[in-house]
């Protein structure tokens, strides 16, 4: 009885352990990164190639930088079907992904491992079961994102993106909303929140979910907000948030309590720094070429 009570406690001890050298590790990995200068060239690549960069207070620039840092350090990256991934290339999704967490923890992306480049839109079979029959297609997608981990983009998508700062398709902060959704395992639209704000939160975008759904239905009225964003809560939360960095002004005034959600969730106000916003599409969208996922 003693000796399984001993064997007992050392097990818990050697667990503990691990676990508080685990996360000790990673932050003494973290300081040390942190405290070595960004490289030179790194600060005009951020301009060049996340436009929002340029435009925010030095606070969270600098903030963005940190963040940047770690992001790089951290994450790998895979060139996939021969493309190959260079340095301004991970700058562009490091700089976009963290904008999503600039007023959150980084820690939010720990899960997140890996980032694959595809040259382009890339094809995936796809298995649709209804009822006892199954069927197979190909679906050819922009980006995706999965719950173990791992981002795939399309450069293609990603260079659209920068050439049309102020249009509503960004498809990294897209993906990488969907990884924020993940952080409470379930990928339904809802991200982290707690318990008192979970409510608001439902009641807000239930409502404005459904408002979208409703004008898809009328064809002569123009919904305000891509119409991906109608085929589930988890789509509508990330091309919610693609319009939240993107085209802020036009999210408030078309949905201020849904612009709220988001400023509280994110812990930024994009307003703030997006009055110099070189947006030239106040009041459309382009269309979604390639499926999102
Ligand atoms: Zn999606």
Redesign the pocket.
Known sequence: MLQTLLFGVAALAIIAAVVIRLFCYRHWVRQRVLKRELPDHWRPLLARQVPIYLRLPDTLKQRLEKHVQLFMAEKTFFGCDGYEVTEPVQLTVAGHACLLILGRHYADYDHVHSVLIYPGAYAVDEEVTDGLVVSRHQEVRS???SDYGQVILSWEDCEATLEHPGADHNVIL??F??QLDYLDGSPNGAPPLLRDEAGQWQQVMSTAFAELQATLKHPGRQPWLDP?GA?DP??FF??LTEAFFQQPRQLKSHQPGVYQQLAHFYNLDPLQFSANSPDGQLNGFPPSINM??
């Open positions: 980006g995706q994102a897209h993906e909303a969907h991906y085929t988890a789509e990330a091309v999102r996922e």
